[in-house]
């Protein structure tokens, strides 16, 4: 079981910057790959970016060279630098991380945070 909470998300204007953060806890085998969606309003949730157990990285096509991820696989934590933001960028952002829960349970399991609004307006 994991319990992800996210911060970092507020109001900034176009071209600006903001940094998500997300921590892990709770009881897990191990947490193989940790990463962010988010969701606008009337939409569906999407991918941004999400990051392996072996660093591989994987970025939304509209985030590319904007956002950048960071993983400290130690403190079971992960950041969004997200740079030259844009309206378009304006959501609920939701850390996700997936999990192993037991060493005798190979299945791998998604959990959720509560998600923390990033707002791009001018």
């Known amino acids: 079981q994991v319990q992800l909470v996210e911060s970092g998300g507020g109001l900034v204007q176009p071209g600006g910057s903001l940094r998500l953060s997300c921590a892990a806890s709770?009881?897990?085998?191990?947490?193989?790959?940790m990463g962010w969606y988010r969701q606008a309003p009337g939409k569906q949730r999407a991918l941004v970016v999400v990051?392996?157990?072996?660093?591989?990285?994987n970025y939304a096509d509209s985030v590319k060279g904007r956002f950048t991820i960071s993983r400290d696989y130690a403190k079971n934590t992960v950041s969004l630098q997200m740079n030259s933001l844009k309206p378009e960028d304006t959501a609920v952002y939701y850390c996700?991380?997936?999990?192993?829960?037991?060493?005798?349970?190979?299945?791998?399991?998604?959990?959720w945070g509560q998600g923390t609004q990033v707002t791009v307006s001018s």
């Open positions: 709770g009881r897990f085998f191990r947490i193989n790959d």
């Open positions: 996700n991380a997936r999990a192993r829960n037991s060493l005798i349970d190979r299945n791998e399991y998604d959990y």
């Open positions: 990051i392996s157990n072996s660093g591989s990285t």
